[in-house]
């Protein structure tokens, strides 16, 4: 069986998003936790594979988990979507950054096996620990890898510049356009360092040992820690660049700002000099 994860947006208004699905059809599994406030669960009849039940989770986070779920189904929930999206992404970064983890049901709970596979064993209520095993997908499978698309850009964007300065070309950004770089940057290191969960496990899963040993172990088998710690030496070096090319538009606006003090200085002092000039003539 399968479950495919996709990011589609930075955040999403659960609320609105509930009362839509329940209006369509599916209904919401409310036995979760009062602190599991930042996932909606719902059901659906339509199942990809009879061995177990189609499942969709939604994170406030903006992602989307569909758990043996058939393809109609998928489009016809992401087309609900739509309407609840906070600053959606682009729908072909949506479609190529999904990523789709088979599964099967086994009698040993949450064993990883070769690649992508995992197997769940068959028990009455896990439903706790698929929100784990989606938690830890979608923050690092889909989140992190929208992230990484967006660096890879930001790279690709500014990688002239350093060939440039080395032969000793004009950098063709203004003041503005660099402050702006520099903007991107910070939002980027902000989204993966302070507001995201890729640094820490989640409060949630502090006083369930079960459920942070299945989070920690998942985060694990999506290498999440070696791929925070690329990402962040690459906005290192990034950061590195962008404060060079500050520093170089600072010291250009200061020798012009010199240079038209020195010109005003002359005017000024132009007419007094003829008149000294005439005077001793």
């Known amino acids: 069986m399968q479950c495919i994860a996709y990011a589609t947006a930075d955040q999403y208004h659960l609320a609105t998003l509930c009362h839509d699905l329940?209006?369509?059809?599916?209904?919401?599994?409310?036995?979760?936790?009062?602190?599991a406030s930042n996932v909606l669960v719902v059901c659906t009849e339509m199942a990809s594979k009879p061995n177990d039940h189609g499942i969709i989770f939604f994170f406030r986070e903006g992602s989307v988990v569909f758990w043996n779920?058939?393809?109609?189904?998928?489009?016809?929930v992401m087309r609900i979507l739509e309407k609840h999206e906070i600053q959606p992404y682009e729908v072909a970064l949506v479609h190529w950054e999904n990523e789709e983890i088979n599964y099967r049901v086994g009698d040993k709970f949450c064993s990883f096996l070769r690649g992508?596979?995992?197997?769940?064993?068959?028990?009455?209520?896990?439903?706790?620990?698929?929100?784990?095993?989606?938690?830890?997908?979608v923050l690092s499978a889909v989140k992190l890898a929208i992230w990484e698309v967006s660096l890879d850009n930001f790279v690709e964007s500014i990688q002239s510049i350093p060939e440039m300065l080395k032969s000793g070309k004009r950098v063709k950004l203004s003041r503005a356009e660099v402050m702006q770089k520099i903007g991107e940057l910070f939002a980027l290191r902000?989204?993966?360092?302070?507001?995201?969960?890729?640094?820490?496990?989640?409060?949630?899963?502090?006083?369930?040992?079960?459920?942070?040993?299945?989070?920690?172990?998942?985060?694990?088998?999506?290498?999440?820690?070696?791929?925070?710690?690329?990402?962040?030496?690459?906005?290192?070096?990034?950061?590195?660049?962008?404060?060079?090319?500050?520093?170089?538009?600072?010291?250009?606006?200061?020798?012009?700002?010199?240079?038209?003090?020195?010109?005003?200085?002359?005017?000024?002092?132009?007419?007094?000099?003829?008149?000294?000039?005439w005077s001793n003539g």
């Open 190 to 277: 902000h989204c993966i360092n302070l507001s995201s969960d890729l640094l820490i496990t989640p409060d949630f899963y502090w006083d369930r040992e079960n459920l942070e040993q299945l989070y920690d172990k998942t985060c694990q088998f999506l290498s999440i820690n070696r791929r925070v710690k690329v990402m962040n030496e690459k906005l290192q070096h990034c950061t590195e660049l962008t404060d060079l090319m500050r520093n170089h538009l600072s010291e250009k606006h200061s020798l012009r700002l010199e240079w038209m003090i020195v010109i005003l200085i002359t005017i000024e002092v132009s007419p007094t000099t003829k008149e000294v000039l």
């Open 116 to 137: 992508k596979l995992f197997q769940l064993a068959l028990l009455q209520n896990i439903l706790h620990e698929k929100v784990t095993l989606m938690e830890s997908i």
């Open 69 to 76: 779920v058939e393809d109609k189904m998928i489009k016809h």
């Open 22 to 35: 329940v209006s369509s059809g599916f209904y919401e599994i409310t036995d979760l936790p009062r602190d």
